[in-house]
């Protein structure tokens, strides 16, 4: 409970709320009790309450929505760093249910940094695929994958509108696909990209970047997804470099 002392009264209502997350009294999806209900509960100001509630939703464990209130956000254990999987596949080994939303697919301009994933010309048209991604029904991600011309042309007679990607490229397709390069950054979600994954303008989500190659080291698509970062996290095994290791795992190549 709530009680005057030296910390701060909004640090202990968050602390007492993030323990009641923790021990399963509030489960992912529950709304949480309102202001004016956590108000009267603990006998607080509004701007208390209201700094501890802010500072759960800066921490992603909670989320609002406008005109519905404040509630306790999953957070998706996402793929693991040193594994080359499609989205789907990932969801699925982890038990949730991957899904896609809206849809477009066009030929549009390779800009700069396509052009070179792709090794194409500049301006050299290739096909285009812009999908929400979800996971358990919820957005989690937006994604737009660029495929090199040859793969384009079949790309675009298929349905892509739930379907995984990496499945029709080496089922469907016959691509094998063998390793990808892959950046993972932090970045800034603006209006059109804070609309669709239903977050503020302004937002950090998590960027990442992926060229993927077929076993002959052929360029085949070129990924760049924004994943809301309070819903989504990679994972991954890291190794210590030792003199003691004769030949050491090599995790994560360095840009030269």
């Known amino acids: 409970m709530v009680q005057p002392g030296r910390t701060p009264l909004h640090i202990q209502l968050a602390d007492f709320i993030r323990s009641q997350i923790e021990s399963g009294v509030f489960n992912p999806g529950d709304r949480l009790p309102t202001e004016m209900e956590l108000m009267k509960q603990h006998e607080l100001s509004s701007s208390t309450v209201r700094q501890a509630v802010l500072a759960l939703v800066g921490e992603g464990l909670l989320y609002r929505r406008a005109g519905k209130g404040t509630f306790v956000a999953k957070r998706y254990s996402g793929r693991d760093l040193l594994t080359f999987s499609g989205f789907s596949e990932e969801a699925l ?101 804070a609309k669709a994954l239903d977050v503020s303008s302004g937002t950090a989500v998590l960027q990442i970047d992926r060229t993927a190659f077929d076993a002959t080291d052929r360029a085949i698509y070129f990924s760049s997804s924004s994943y809301r970062a309070d819903r989504y996290n990679y994972t991954g095994w890291i190794e210590r470099k030792s003199a003691s290791i004769a030949h050491p795992r090599q995790l994560i190549g360095r840009s030269r």
């Open 93 to 193: 080994a982890r038990g949730f249910r991957p899904g896609t939303g809206h849809v477009t697919v066009d030929w549009r301009s390779a800009d700069a940094l396509v052009a070179a994933a792709l090794n194409v010309p500049t301006d050299e048209s290739v096909l285009t695929i812009e999908r929400l991604r979800t996971i358990d029904d919820e957005v989690v991600a937006v994604e737009t994958v660029s495929f090199v011309p040859a793969i384009g042309r079949h790309m675009e007679k298929i349905d892509l509108a739930d379907a995984s990607l990496t499945k029709i490229l080496e089922q469907q397709l016959g691509v094998p696909l063998a390793r990808a390069k892959q950046e993972i950054r932090a970045g800034i979600a603006r209006a059109r990209l």
